[in-house]
């Protein structure tokens, strides 16, 4: 089992950037593919965006394109999550996840205690 623990959330305006943190327990967790979801009030959770374990495959979702990165420091069993250009849609808690293998597809089964982003116009 890994423990993962989420950081860097904060209020931003809109148009301006945030660094997320998702810090893994054990290094078993270099053998996991990683994920960022998001959930606002009233809405369902979205997936973001993923990566493998390697690094090699990332996903995003169409909304957050080109405005946010997600990369991974396995010697630090450390996802991150930059988001650049945000927008107030983009307010929301922010989770890390991650499920064992190399693919980031199918479902997640350890979860962080989530993270607030929000930002203003």
């Known amino acids: 089992q890994v423990q993962l623990v989420e950081s860097g959330g904060g209020l931003v305006q809109a148009g301006g950037s945030l660094r997320l943190s998702c810090a893994a327990a054990g290094r078993t967790a270099s053998s996991y593919s990683m994920g960022w979801f998001r959930q606002a009030p009233g809405k369902e959770r979205e997936s973001v965006t993923a990566i493998n374990w390697s690094g090699s495959s990332t996903y995003y979702a169409d909304s957050v394109k080109g405005r946010f990165t997600i990369s991974r420091d396995n010697a630090k069993n450390t996802v991150y999550l930059q988001m650049n250009s945000l927008k107030p849609e983009d307010t929301a808690v922010y989770y890390c996840?991650?499920?064992?293998?190399?693919?980031?597809?199918?479902?997640?089964?350890?979860w962080g205690q989530g993270t607030q982003v929000t930002v203003s116009s």
């Open positions: 996840a991650a499920k064992p293998g190399s693919g980031y597809g199918g479902k997640y089964n350890y």
